[in-house]
C-alpha cells in the first residue's frame, strides 16, 4: 500500500515541521490518516485484529515521534485502537452467541481466544492499575465465560464443514473491519461536533451580567462564549492577549464581530482584574489523566490569580484531548520552546547577542506551554458534560484500552544533571 | 521663550533686479503691498518674539529700512536695525553684529521669508534636544524651483533650480547631511563614519532650507570667531556643523569656560538618555548618543553636538522672496491660496478693493485680486489674479492678468499687462503689450511698444 | 480516491503552499570560497556539520517547507561526496520535492555555475538562488507575491533580494556574522535596490553616490544597519544575463553591482526585508559559531535539533538549553553547562566541564577536559586534562593527554595532537600541506584549486593515510609527539582577518585599535572638511569650487596613492604605457577628477618611484628622475595636453620638494629644466607659473627664486630662436 505510506510520510513532514496547529485539527488529520491506513490494511482471515492493531501501531509510532508535544496525536491513534479491540471483542463475542458450540473450537477461535485472554489479562492489569471498567470487566466475565465453556466444546467439535466456517470467517473479517471504519467515522464526527456539543452546555455554566475571564485563542472557547449568547444571555468577556503569540487578540476581534462585550487586557493585567471576574473560561492544550491541564503559556497564573479570588477556573477540552499519560510520564515531553523572535526582533538586538564579543549574554526562552496542576482547575467541560479534575482519569479510561498506553517504548535518556 | 532674533532684511539683490534699489531694498519689496518684511515681523510677532535685530547690507537700505519699520511697528515691536557692508554674506552680518547678542539661543531668519509654519515648533525642536543649531526645512516648492541662496540673497555664484539634498536619520529629528547649491548636482559624498554612526541616513531631494535657524549662540559665535573665511551661513557654517557633529573640536577649544560646563552638562544628561533609550529601542538612540556610546562603552565618551530639524508640514505655506518667478509667485498666494497670510479681510468676490479705489464703468476685478488705495481704473478693465498698488491711474479697456503693479503707476489706455512686474511710478502709454517683464522704477514704455520676457529699467 | 482529495485539501490548507506554479530553486553546493580551508579541502562545506546537522540539510529543508518543489544542487568541489551524500539521505524520496543534481568539475564561480544550468535549460520559471551553507525559517510567500506582482509592471525587475536588519559591530564594522560592511541605497517607497557597496569596493572614507541616483528619486536611504542574507528570488533573465556577460563571476560583486551600474539595460533589483524571521549565511568561521549558537537558541525555529531530527536519534531539549541525544555516557561528576548539544554514544569521563559546545556523535571525551565554545564533530579521541577553548575539531582528530587548544584553532580531519603540546591561538592544522597558490582574493578563489585538491584527496585517501602512516613514524612532528599535520602558515595580513573570521571571540585589544583606527579616520575626514575654509580665503571663489576643493580634498589622497600604486606595478611588471594610460583613465573616471590632477598624481608617483628607487648622493636622485622621465614620460605626457596640466605639475613639484620630498629641493631647477628639455612643460607653463607665483608672499617664492635663471633663459630664448 504504497499511497498509504506516502500519506504517513507526508503527513509526518507536516507534523514535524510543525505545520499543522491545533489540537483539534491535528485529531482530525490523524484519525482520517488512520481510518485510510486500516481500509487499505489487508486482513488476514486469521485474527484481523492483531494485523490491524500492528499496522495502527507501527503508523502511530512514526506519527507521535514526528512531534512528541502534540498529545492529540496520540490520544487519537490510543483511541483508535481501543475502538479496535472493542469492536473486535463485541463481533467475538456476538460470534459466541451466533455460532454456538459447533465451531467454537476451530484454531483460528483459539488463537481469539488466547489473543483475548492476553487482552485481558492487559485489561485486569489496568483494571488493577487504575479502576475497575465496564468494558475491561464485561472482557473480564466474557473471557472467563468463554475459556470455561471451551474445553468440553472442544472435545465434541471436531467435524464441522469448512466452507460454511470460510464462508463466514469471510464475511466476518469484512465485517470487522467495516465496523472499525464505522467507529473511526464516528471517532472523527465527534471531533468534528465536539465544540457543539461543548456549547451546548454553556447556558448552565453563563449566566447575566457576568464577566467571563479567558486567556489566548480556542475555537473551543469562542463557539461557547458565543452559543451563551444565542441564548440571550448578556454577559461581558474580558480577554488576556496572550503574549507572546497574541492570539487573544484575534479571539477578540471574533467575539467583537459576534456581537459580545469584549474588553482586551494584558496577561501582567490579569490579576488586577480578577476580582471583577465571576468565571475563568480557557481552552486547554492537553488534559492529563491526573486532571493536570497543559494549555498556552501564562494560564498556571490565570489559575492561581483565580484561585486567589476564589473565582471558578473552568477548562473547555474536547475528548480527542484527554491523553490517557500521567505528567511525570517520561513519554510526555511537557513544554516547546518556540523561537525567540516571536518575543523581539532580531535585527534590534543583533548587537546584544553578538556572540563575537563577550556580550552575547542575551538569551530568550519563549515557551508554549504551562501545566496547570489539578488543584487548581474547579470543572471541566468535555463533549460528556462537565466533570471534576478528579473524575477525570475514569473519564479517560473509558476512552482508552489500558495496554495502549505506551504505543511505543522508546529508549529512555541517561540523563543526569 | 529667551530666543534672540536676527532677521537678514538682505540689501539690494542682483536677482531682483530691476525690482529693487537702494531706494527699496529686497526687504521693502512690496508683497499684496506690504514690505515683505512686515511678513516677518508679524510672523515673530505672532510668537511672541518682541526683541528684533534687523540687519542689512548697505548704509543706504538700511536707511530706509530703518525708517519704515520705526513707522510701521514703532509701538508694536522693539527692533534695531543694523547697517553691514555689502557683500559680507549672511555669517559676516552676523559676525558684524554679534557682540549684541547676550541670550542663549539665537534665531536667525531670512527677511524674505514668507511663512506661517509655527516657530514655537521649531524652538521646542531646537530646545528640546538642546541642539547646537535646528533648522527649519519645508517642502520645496513645485511651482518654479525655488533656488538655494543664502539668505540675504548676496551669493551671486548660485546657479538657479537647486533644492538642498538633506541627510536625516531614522527619526527624522537630526540633520546628518546636508549638501547646497552647487554640491547637489555632483554626486553624492556621505561620511562613512556618519553612516556608522546612525545606521540609516534618509536622503531627500525634495526638502529645502527655509533659512530660518536656530543656533545655540556660544558655538556660533565661536565658529564664526575661528573660521573668518566663512562666508554664508548656509553654505558654510551649517555644513561645517553638521560635518563636525560627530567630533566638535568646535565645542572643545576656545570655549568660554561655562560654556565647557554647559556641554558637559548636556552629555552627562545625554548619557542618561542614551542609555533609557537603549534599554527602550535600540533603534530610538538618536545617533549622536549612540555614537558617544560607543562600541560596548569603552571608548570615553565624545563630546559630540546635534544639528536638528524641524519638517513643515506640506499643508504650510513656506516660500522666499528671493527671485522674480518667486515674487510674482508670492504675491499671487497671499491673495490667492495662502490668503490668511495677507492679514487683509476679503471681500464676497474674494478679492480687496480699497474702498478709496474708484472704477470706470463695466470694470472687472476678478477673485483673487487687489487694489490698492486712490487707484483708478478706467472704463472696460479686467483684472484678474492681480495686485495694483496705491495711486495707480489706469486707463480705458486695460488687461492686467497675474501681474503686481506697484504704486503710482500710469498705464494709458488699452494696455494688456500679463505675467508682468511694474514698478513705482513707471508710465505705460497707450497700447503697450507686456508679457512676463520687469519694468525698473520709474521707466517709461513709448506707446504701442510690444515686449516679451524683457527686464526694462533705467540704465 | 478520497484520501486523495483529503489530501489536496490538507495541502491547500497550507500557507507556504498558496505559490501554486511549480517553483524551482538553484542550491549551490560550493561557495567558491576559501574561507573554510582547509576543512573544505577534503570535504564541501556544505557537508559540514552545524550542530550535528550538514548544512545542506537546513538548507533543503527550508527550501521544501518554503514550497518550492524543485531543486538543482549545483555540485562543484567535491561533487561526488555531496551526491553521495545526498543519494543516501531521504531527500531524493520526498512526496512532492524533487532534487536534481548537476555536477560541475571546471565551474570556477558562481557565475560559470549559473552559465552552466542555462545551457541545461531546466529552469523555467521564477526560481530562489540560495547558496547551500544558508539557513533560513522565513516564509517565501510574502516575497514571491512582491516579485512576482512587480514582474508584472515591470518586466526588468529580474531580481529580489532578501536583507534583514542587523547592526555592525561600531567598532570594526563587521555584523555579528564576521561579513565586512555593507552599505546599501534603498529607495523607500519601491523598495528599489540603488547602491550596493560592500568591503570590495576601494572608496574609503566617504560613499560615493552617483548623481543620477537623487536627481531621479526624491528620497533614498541609505542602510549601514542590514544584512544581507543571500537568497535572491529571480527571474529567468538572470541566466541569461549571466550568459551575456561572461565575466560575472561573483553574485554580488559582478552581478549585482553589475545590474546597479547599466543603465542601458535598465534592469532593477529590489529588496525584501524579513523582520521577525531567520535568514543567515554561513560564510567563514565566525558565522559557523554565531549561526550554531542561534540554532541552539532557537531563532531558527523549527529547524533546531530536537525539531528537525536528521541525526537518526532524536535530540531531547532539556533545561537552560541542553540538547542531549540518547545513549549518552556521562560521568556523574562531569559538569556539562548550558547551551550544549551532545550527540549520541558519546562519552564524557569525569570531572569534564563542558559549556557552550557542541559535541558530536561517537566522541570519547576523557576525564579533566575543560571544553569551552568548541564544535567538536564525530568520532573525536579527547584525552584526559585537555583544555580546548572556541575550537572546530573535525572527524577523527586524536587530542593526546594534556594537550591545549588556543581559542580560534581549527583542526581538520584526523589531525593528532601529541601530548602537553599547544596549538597556538588561530592556527590551522590539517594533514594536507597548504595548497601553494595563494589567492589573495578569496571572494573569487577558483573552484578548480580546491576541487584538484579535493579530486585528489577523494580518489585517494591512500594518500592522506601514507601522510598520516609516514607522519606517525616521525616521531616528533609539528604537533608534538606522534602528532599528525601540517599547522598553515598565516600569510601576511591575513593575520588581521584571522581574528575577524575565526570562532573566537574577538580579543578585547583588537577592538580598540579598531575604535583607534576608526576614530584616526574620522579625524581624516574632518581635515578634509576643514580644507574648504582654506579654499574660501581666496577671494573671488564662488562656492562650486570650494565644494570641488572639498570634495576633491576627501579623496585625493586615495587617488594619489591608487595612482601611485598602478604606477609602481606598472614599473614593475613593466607594462607598456598605453596600458598604463588606461588604468589611471579608468581611475580618473572612478574618481571623477581632471586631466590635471592625473598629471599631477602621476608626476607625483613618478618622482616619488624616483626618490624611493635607491641612490647614494643628489646627483643619484637626479640620475634616477631623468631614467624614470625618459622612460615613462610618454605617459604622463598624455596627460599635458594643456598649459594648465603642466602649470599643476610644476605646483605639484613646488609642494613636492618644499613638504614631503625635501630632496628635491636642491635640484629644483635642475629637474625643471629636464622637465623642459623633455618637453613635459614648456616654457609658456614656467613662465606663467612664475607670473602667478608674483604676488605670493615669500615663502612661496623660494622655488621661482631658484628657478629665476633658467626662467631668465627661457625669457631670453625665444628671441634665439628668432634669430635663427
Known amino acids: 500500500m504504497p499511497d498509504v505510506q506516502t500519506l504517513v510520510n507526508e503527513f509526518v513532514n507536516q507534523l514535524k515541521k510543525r505545520k499543522i496547529e491545533g489540537s483539534q485539527a491535528t485529531a482530525k488529520l490523524t484519525a482520517e490518516l488512520l481510518r485510510s491506513v486500516i481500509s487499505q490494511q489487508r486482513v488476514p482471515h486469521t485474527n484481523q485484529a492483531t494485523a490491524l492493531i500492528i499496522a495502527v501501531r507501527a503508523v502511530g509510532e512514526q506519527l507521535i515521534a514526528a512531534n512528541p508535544v502534540e498529545l492529540a496525536v496520540g490520544n487519537i491513534v490510543r483511541r483508535v485502537l481501543h475502538i479496535i479491540r472493542e469492536e473486535d471483542l463485541s463481533l467475538a463475542t456476538a460470534a459466541m452467541a451466533g455460532l454456538g458450540v459447533s465451531a467454537a473450537s476451530d484454531d483460528e477461535d483459539d488463537v481469539e481466544r488466547d489473543e483475548n485472554s492476553a487482552l485481558s489479562a492487559a485489561a485486569v492489569a489496568a483494571a488493577a492499575r487504575s479502576t475497575l471498567r465496564p468494558p475491561s470487566l464485561q472482557t473480564l466475565l466474557e473471557d472467563t465465560s468463554e475459556s470455561a465453556v471451551a474445553p468440553h466444546t472442544s472435545s465434541s467439535g471436531g467435524e464441522s464443514d469448512g466452507r460454511s466456517r470460510s464462508v463466514e470467517k469471510g464475511s466476518r473479517s469484512r465485517k470487522l473491519k467495516h465496523d472499525v471504519i464505522e467507529a473511526v467515522n464516528e471517532l472523527i464526527q465527534d471531533i468534528c461536533t465536539c465544540y457543539e456539543q461543548i456549547a451546548e452546555q454553556a447556558v448552565e455554566h453563563i449566566h447575566h451580567n457576568e464577566v467571563i475571564l479567558t486567556l489566548g485563542s480556542s475555537k473551543t472557547v469562542l463557539e461557547f462564549l458565543y452559543a451563551a449568547k444565542e441564548k440571550q444571555r448578556s454577559f461581558k468577556v474580558f480577554v488576556a492577549e496572550g503574549a507572546p503569540r497574541y492570539q487573544g487578540h484575534i479571539l477578540a476581534k471574533e467575539l467583537a464581530a459576534r456581537g459580545l462585550q469584549t474588553t482586551i487586557i494584558t496577561d501582567s493585567a490579569v490579576f488586577a482584574m480578577i476580582s471583577r471576574v465571576n468565571m475563568v473560561i480557557v481552552g486547554a492544550h492537553a488534559v492529563m489523566s491526573n486532571g493536570g491541564v497543559i494549555a498556552p503559556v501564562g494560564l498556571n497564573m490565570v489559575a492561581l490569580a483565580a484561585q486567589r479570588h476564589a473565582v471558578p477556573f473552568v477548562v473547555l477540552a474536547g475528548s480527542h484531548k484527554l491523553c490517557p499519560l500521567y505528567p511525570h510520564n517520561p513519554e510526555v515531553l511537557l513544554n516547546e520552546l518556540r523561537s525567540p523572535s516571536e518575543l523581539l526582533d532580531f535585527g534590534e538586538f543583533s548587537d546584544c547577542m553578538d556572540s563575537a564579543n563577550g556580550t552575547g549574554s542575551l538569551h530568550v526562552v519563549n515557551p508554549t506551554f504551562d501545566y496547570v496542576p489539578p488543584k487548581l482547575v474547579s470543572l471541566f467541560i468535555t463533549d460528556t458534560g462537565g466533570h471534576n479534575p478528579s473524575y477525570m482519569y475514569r473519564l479517560i479510561a473509558d476512552y482508552y484500552s489500558a495496554d495502549d498506553l505506551v504505543v511505543k517504548r522508546r529508549p529512555t535518556t541517561v540523563s543526569c544533571v | 521663550m529667551d530666543f534672540q532674533v536676527v532677521v537678514l532684511g538682505g540689501g539690494v539683490s542682483k536677482k531682483l533686479l530691476p525690482l529693487v534699489s537702494q531706494e527699496l531694498p529686497n526687504a521693502l519689496l512690496p508683497v499684496a503691498n506690504r514690505p515683505v518684511l512686515s511678513y516677518v515681523l508679524e510672523y515673530l510677532e505672532l510668537s511672541n518674539l518682541k526683541d528684533l535685530i534687523v540687519v542689512v547690507e548697505g548704509e543706504e537700505a538700511a536707511v530706509h529700512v530703518g525708517s519704515w519699520i520705526s513707522g510701521a511697528y514703532a509701538d508694536r515691536l522693539h527692533v534695531e536695525v543694523a547697517a553691514v557692508p555689502e557683500d559680507v554674506g549672511t555669517a559676516g552680518a552676523i559676525r558684524a553684529i554679534s557682540h549684541h547678542l547676550t541670550s542663549k539661543d539665537i534665531l536667525v531668519v531670512s527677511g524674505d521669508l514668507v511663512t506661517d509654519v509655527p516657530l514655537g515648533a521649531v524652538a521646542a525642536t531646537h530646545r528640546r534636544h538642546d541642539a547646537v543649531v535646528t533648522v527649519m526645512l519645508c517642502s520645496a516648492p513645485i511651482s518654479g524651483p525655488s533656488e538655494s541662496v543664502s539668505s540675504g540673497g548676496k551669493d551671486k555664484t548660485k546657479k538657479p533650480g537647486r533644492y538642498d539634498l538633506i541627510g536625516l536619520d531614522p527619526t527624522r529629528q537630526f540633520l546628518v547631511h546636508i549638501a547646497t547649491g552647487a554640491e547637489v548636482d555632483k554626486d553624492l559624498r556621505i561620511h562613512k563614519s556618519m553612516l556608522h554612526a546612525v545606521g540609516q541616513i534618509e536622503i531627500r531631494a525634495d526638502l529645502m532650507d527655509a533659512h530660518l535657524y536656530a543656533f545655540k549662540r556660544s558655538v556660533l559665535q565661536e565658529v564664526l570667531d575661528q573660521k573668518s573665511a566663512f562666508h554664508s551661513l548656509k553654505h558654510d557654517v551649517l555644513p561645517y556643523l553638521v560635518r563636525s557633529q560627530l567630533k566638535s573640536e568646535v565645542l572643545l577649544n576656545g570655549v568660554p569656560q561655562e560654556e565647557e560646563n554647559g556641554t558637559e552638562k548636556v552629555i552627562s544628561q545625554s548619557n542618561q538618555q542614551m542609555l533609557s533609550q537603549i534599554l527602550a529601542n535600540a533603534s530610538e538612540s538618536t545617533f549622536p548618543l549612540r555614537h558617544a556610546l560607543g562600541p560596548y562603552g569603552t571608548t570615553s565618551v565624545r563630546n559630540t553636538h546635534k544639528c536638528c530639524v524641524y519638517i513643515a508640514g506640506s499643508s504650510k505655506y513656506c516660500t522666499r522672496l528671493n527671485s522674480i518667478q518667486a515674487y510674482s509667485d508670492i504675491n499671487r498666494d497671499v491673495i490667492g491660496e495662502a490668503s490668511h497670510l495677507s492679514g487683509y479681510s476679503f471681500s464676497a468676490q474674494n478679492n480687496i478693493i480699497d474702498p478709496s479705489a474708484e472704477l470706470g464703468a463695466k470694470t472687472t476685478v476678478g477673485p483673487h485680486c487687489m487694489l490698492g488705495e486712490g487707484s483708478q481704473m478706467g472704463d472696460k478693465c479686467s483684472v484678474k489674479r492681480s495686485v495694483i498698488g496705491r495711486h495707480c491711474r489706469i486707463g480705458a479697456n486695460v488687461k492686467v492678468v497675474n501681474s503686481v503693479v506697484m504704486n503710482h503707476v500710469t498705464i494709458g489706455d488699452s494696455c494688456s499687462i500679463q505675467g508682468s512686474v511694474i514698478c513705482s511710478n513707471v508710465q505705460l502709454q497707450e497700447r503697450v503689450v507686456l508679457k512676463d517683464c520687469q519694468v525698473g522704477a520709474g521707466f517709461v514704455v513709448t506707446a504701442g511698444s510690444e515686449c516679451k520676457g524683457e527686464v526694462l529699467a533705467k540704465k | ?724
Open chain 3, 1 to 724: 480516491m478520497g484520501v486523495q482529495k483529503k489530501n489536496a485539501s490538507r495541502v491547500s490548507e497550507d500557507p507556504d503552499e498558496l505559490v501554486r506554479v511549480p517553483l524551482q530553486a538553484i542550491l549551490l553546493a560550493d561557495s567558491f570560497t576559501t574561507k573554510f580551508r582547509p576543512i573544505t579541502l577534503e570535504r564541501p562545506k556544505v557537508l559540514l556539520p552545524l550542530v550535528n546537522v550538514p548544512m545542506i540539510n537546513y538548507t533543503l529543508t527550508w527550501l521544501e517547507s518554503a514550497g518550492v518543489e524543485e531543486v538543482f544542487v549545483f555540485c562543484c568541489s567535491h561533487s561526488k561526496q555531496v551526491v553521495n551524500y545526498l543519494e543516501k539521505s531521504e531527500w531524493f524520496s520526498q512526496p512532492n520535492f524533487t532534487v536534481t543534481t548537476i555536477e560541475s568539475q571546471n565551474s570556477v564561480s558562481a557565475g560559470d555555475a549559473l552559465r552552466l544550468i542555462y545551457e541545461r535549460n531546466v529552469v523555467h520559471g521564477d526560481f530562489v538562488l540560495i547558496s547551500g551553507d544558508t539557513l533560513s525559517n522565513m516564509s517565501l510567500t510574502q516575497a514571491l507575491k512582491e516579485h512576482k506582482e512587480r514582474k508584472k509592471k515591470d518586466s526588468n525587475a529580474v531580481m529580489t533580494m532578501v536583507i534583514k536588519r542587523s547592526k555592525a559591530n561600531p567598532a570594526i564594522h563587521q555584523s555579528r556574522l564576521g561579513t565586512d560592511e555593507l552599505f546599501m541605497a534603498i529607495d523607500p517607497n519601491t523598495k528599489q535596490l540603488l547602491y550596493y557597496e560592500d568591503k570590495a569596493d576601494h572608496s574609503k572614507g566617504t560613499l560615493h553616490l552617483d548623481k543620477s541616483l537623487h536627481v531621479d528619486n526624491p528620497s533614498l536611504t541609505l542602510h549601514h544597519d542590514k544584512q544581507d542574507c543571500y537568497i535572491d528570488i529571480c527571474s529567468p533573465e538572470v541566466l541569461s544575463l549571466f550568459t551575456d556577460n561572461f565575466d560575472y563571476q561573483h553574485l554580488r560583486r559582478h552581478f549585482v553591482k553589475g545590474l546597479l551600474v547599466d543603465d542601458i539595460m535598465g534592469y532593477k533589483i529590489f529588496v525584501h526585508e524579513i523582520h521577525s524571521d531567520y535568514a543567515a549565511r554561513i560564510d567563514n568561521f565566525r558565522s559557523y559559531d554565531t549561526v550554531s549558537k542561534d540554532i541552539i537558541h532557537r531563532w531558527t525555529y523549527p529547524l533546531v535539533p530536537d525539531v528537525m531530527n536528521f541525526a537518526n536519534t532524536a535530540m531531547k531539549l532539556e533545561r537552560q538549553g541542553m540538547y542531549r541525544a540518547s545513549e549518552i555516557s556521562q560521568s556523574q561528576s562531569a559538569v556539562v553547562g548550558p547551551f550544549t548539544v551532545i550527540g549520541s554514544d558519546t562519552k564524557i569521563g569525569n570531572n569534564t566541564k563542558i559549556t557552550n559546545s557542541v559535541i558530536g556523535e561517537g566522541c570519547k571525551i576523557g576525564s579533566n577536559v575543560v571544553i569551552e565554545g568548541c564544535y567538536i564533530w564525530n568520532n573525536i579521541v579527547i584525552e584526559d586534562g585537555c583544555k580546548l577553548q572556541h575550537a572546530i575539531v573535525c572527524d577523527g582528530v586524536i587530542i593526546k593527554s594534556g594537550a591545549v587548544l588556543e581559542p580560534g584553532i581549527i583542526l581538520s580531519f584526523k589531525v593528532v595532537v601529541g601530548p602537553e603540546f599547544v596549538v597556538p591561538p588561530y592556527s590551522k592544522v590539517s594533514l594536507l600541506q597548504k595548497p601553494i597558490e595563494e589567492d589573495s582574493d578569496e571572494e573569487l578563489e577558483y573552484a578548480d584549486s580546491t576541487s584538484a585538491i579535493g579530486s585528489q584527496v577523494d580518489k585517494s585517501d591512500v594518500e592522506i593515510v601514507s601522510q598520516v602512516d609516514n607522519t606517525h613514524f616521525s616521531p616528533v612532528s609539528e604537533l608534538g609527539m606522534g602528532g599528525a599535520g601540517h599547522v598553515w602558515s598565516t600569510c601576511e595580513g591575513g593575520h588581521e582577518e584571522e581574528w575577524r573570521h575565526s570562532v573566537a571571540p574577538i580579543p578585547k585589544d583588537k577592538i580598540l585599535e579598531a575604535i583607534k583606527t576608526m576614530e584616526d579616520d574620522m579625524e581624516l575626514i574632518h581635515d578634509g572638511s576643514f580644507l574648504p575654509t582654506s579654499g574660501e580665503l581666496k577671494p573671488n571663489s564662488n562656492d562650486s569650487d570650494d565644494d570641488d576643493l572639498e570634495d576633491s580634498r576627501d579623496d585625493s589622497y586615495y587617488f594619489e596613492k591608487e595612482v601611485e600604486a598602478t604606477f609602481l606595478r606598472a614599473v614593475h611588471e613593466n607594462i607598456q604605457e598605453s596600458h598604463l594610460i588606461l588604468e589611471i583613465n579608468s581611475l580618473k573616471l572612478s574618481y571623477n577628477k581632471l586631466t590635471a590632477d592625473c598629471a599631477g598624481a602621476v608626476f607625483y608617483a613618478m618622482m616619488k618611484y624616483a626618490l624611493d628607487s635607491p641612490h647614494n648622493s643628489a646627483d643619484g636622485l637626479l640620475q634616477n628622475v631623468q631614467v624614470v622621465f625618459t622612460k615613462w614620460k610618454k605617459v604622463l605626457r598624455s596627460y599635458l595636453t594643456d598649459i594648465d596640466e603642466q602649470i599643476e605639475v610644476i605646483l605639484k613639484f613646488e609642494e613636492m620638494c618644499s613638504e614631503y620630498a625635501k630632496e628635491f629641493a636642491p635640484l629644483f631647477t635642475k629637474i625643471l629644466h629636464h622637465l623642459y628639455n623633455e618637453d613635459v612643460v614648456d616654457e609658456d607653463a614656467i613662465l606663467s607659473w612664475e607670473d602667478e607665483k608674483k604676488d605670493a608672499d615669500e615663502a612661496d617664492k623660494v622655488f621661482v627664486k631658484q628657478a629665476q635663471k633658467l626662467i631668465q633663459w627661457l625669457k631670453e630664448a625665444p628671441e634665439e630662436d628668432d634669430d635663427e
